[in-house]
Structures are given as structure tokens and as C-alpha cells.
């Protein structure tokens, strides 16, 4: 399977058995998550905003308003930094020390480009509304001209990924498994509650399967 | 109520009726997220990762390993920017332009410093402790001296931050009311399932309060 080198950039070095630098462990959190998190710099201060996103191929997508500073730096040839995270539990150990959660996440580097052509452009935005709604670009009334004009989409080859994952009970030291104290495993999950009609809704239209039927 | 001022660092350009620069908004945000998304800087190259972390009074403390190379930034002076994000829904427009999501997050900047005194390091994991899990630090086996060497704790000053939360049906043009399309809010919430018991817990203890009870 396809990897990425660890470099000095990607290279876990705390709990390295933790990491995993091939493709097939980490485009499956990149197409579970829903936001990532982007570091970008202003005047050498580093930033750091949620995005929505998507993964197009080898390349992540993100868009935004023209005037976005975080899209103006990446056009301009800045490197990003971007992590996507997901929590799946408390790990509730113990020792106070050995506290932790379990989780998937890849912390990924690259640099982008604004998507000109107005036809990759387009697609772009039909990928990335499907990131968000498996299906919804098929229903949703297209952008129009005005829409494309207002909005920038930039396209990250992923140069260097890593995905890091914790799924396992707590590890506590030896002589501590003998106190009286609970310990385990607390389940964390994005859950989906019933869908909310827009109050405008004018028309009576059902509520579609991939809503209805929601999952990441 | 304290504000923070807006100023080039903070400042929501994009709409700004989103923003907020008010701790009695932006405190709650930090203390119900679980993790955050620290942005820091290695050789001019923009990094983010994701951290557990607390608030205490108008600090973050992050902690880890001593040789994290985001705590020695930290440590080192560096400027840092620190996201918490939550998402409370999908936004399902008519038009694929207009979709979007509900969220509550803060952006904040500062500049830590290590917390060297043994007593005040300690009173941080506590915090740090309780953040993962209210009540938790009572329970748990309280760090050893081995254990606070390991580990760094920072603590960073909230020198400026922002919350932007968007709360609202779909913001549709005009023109989409009339389309045969569903549109609404699909919430989405974080929760817990049944508490796993470690595999290893040899004492037969009930599972705490706050563990059976976790509500962030």
C-alpha cells in the first residue's frame, strides 16, 4: 500500500507505534471527518481555524470567501498544516497520569494552489458538499456565476501524512491494577439527532434518505 | 461583561455578526470542548495538532511529554494559536452554495510559559484531570515524582481570542424557496454509550458517577 515517508516533518516520536504513514489508514479518517483544523502564518504568527473540507484523490480541498486570508496565503504558495481529529472515547485509567482518550487523527503537510478552470472548480464544490452530505450535490440548486466569483477553492496535494490512533483500555502501571479505583473505557460518538424541517419550507417535499439516514 | 479587544489578531472579517469577543461567550466554549488544535511553528513550517488541554481562570494548560517539540516552542516563547471547535449540526440549504454547518468554536493567541513549581504543576494536572472528566482527580491515583518529571505542563496566557458560533436554519436566496428541495438542520452531538469496563479490573467497583452520568 501507498506511504508516505516519514520525514522530519511527519515522523512521530512519542508512542511511535501509535503512527501510521500509509494511505489506507489515513484517507479513511481524512473521509470520515466532517471539519479539519489548518495552521497557516500571518507575519510569522502562526493561526489555526476549522474548515470544512474534503478530500479530492491525493489532494485536500478547502474553500472559502475571497477574501479569506487563510485561502490568500495558501494561493500565494504558503505551507499548511492541517489535522483532521476524531475522539472515540474517554480512557479513564487509574493513575491520573495515564489519562487519555481514544481517537483517530492524521496531521497532514502541503502546499496548494487556487483551482482557475471554472469546470475543476465546479467539481471541487460538488466534492465538497458531498464531504459534508453523502449525495446532497444531486438535489442542491448548482452555484451560479455570481456564487463561483465570491468563492475561492484551493487545491493541498498531500505531501507527507501521518495518522495517529489510541483504541485500547487504559494502560496503567502494574502495581496500580490492584487499587480500588474503576477503570475502562467511556465510548464517544458524533451522533446524528432528528432532522429539523427548515421553518421556510414552502414546499412538501420528504426528508431524503441520506439525511434521514446520516452517518459518517 | 470582559472583552477581549478586536484587533488584527482576533478580528472576524468574514461575517462579523458571528463573532464574539465576550469571556461570558468564549469561556463556556473552551470549558465544554474536550480537545483543541494547537498551532505552532518549527523552522518557519506551520504545525497543528490536536491536544487535550483546560482552562484555568484566563490560561489554557496543555501538558505532555518533555520532548514534545510543541511544548518546547511554548516553552521557547512561541506565539501560539489555539482552536475549539464544536459542531452542533449540518446546514442543509436548497442551493450547495448556502450549505454549511452549526458550530461553536474560539480562536485564541498567547504566549506560554512551563510551570516549574512542583505544587502549581500539580494543581494543572488536577485541572487538566477534571477537564477529561469532572470529579475524576478525586478517584484517581495521584501523579508520583517520576511521573511529574515526564512530564510538561505550559500555561498560556488568553492574550487575545475570538468565538464565532452559527446557530440558524439555512440562509437561502430568495429565489430557492420555491425549488422542490429539502432543506433544514441536521443536529449532530457528541455522546457517550455504555461505560467498558477495563479488561484488567480486578477489584469489583461500580462505576463512578461522573462516568455513568458524562455529559460535557
Chains 1, 2 share one sequence.
Not at 511527519?10 to 470520515?32: M, Q
Not at 510569522?44 to 474534503?54: E, K, T
Request: aromatic share 8%.
Amino acid at each position: 500500500m501507498p506511504q508516505f515517508p516519514a520525514t522530519d516533518l511527519n515522523r512521530v516520536r512519542r508512542l511511535p507505534d501509535r503512527a501510521h504513514y500509509d494511505t489506507e489508514t489515513i484517507y479513511p479518517i481524512l473521509d470520515e471527518g466532517l471539519i479539519c483544523h489548518v495552521a497557516f502564518l500571518e507575519d510569522n504568527q502562526p493561526f489555526v481555524i476549522p474548515s470544512l473540507y474534503a478530500r479530492l484523490d491525493d489532494t485536500i480541498l478547502l474553500h472559502g470567501a475571497k477574501a479569506s486570508r487563510m485561502l490568500k496565503y495558501i494561493q500565494n504558495g504558503g505551507s499548511v498544516s492541517i489535522a483532521v481529529s476524531m475522539i472515540d472515547g474517554l480512557v479513564i485509567a487509574r493513575s491520573a497520569f495515564h489519562h487519555s482518550v481514544n481517537f483517530r487523527s492524521v496531521v497532514l503537510f502541503g502546499k496548494g494552489r487556487l483551482i482557475d478552470d471554472y469546470d475543476e472548480k465546479m467539481h471541487a464544490m460538488e466534492v465538497i458538499t458531498n464531504h459534508i452530505l453523502h449525495g446532497r450535490w444531486d438535489d442542491a440548486r448548482k452555484p451560479n456565476r455570481k456564487e463561483m466569483n465570491a468563492t475561492s477553492v484551493v487545491s493541498i496535494p498531500i505531501d507527507s501524512a501521518t495518522a495517529k490512533i489510541r483504541n485500547a483500555p487504559p494502560g496503567d502501571d502494574e502495581a496500580d491494577y490492584q487499587l480500588p479505583v474503576w477503570a475502562g473505557v467511556l465510548p464517544l460518538r458524533q451522533q446524528a439527532f432528528a432532522p429539523i424541517n427548515d421553518p421556510l419550507l414552502t414546499v412538501d417535499v420528504p426528508i431524503p434518505g441520506y439525511v434521514a439516514d446520516y452517518k459518517r
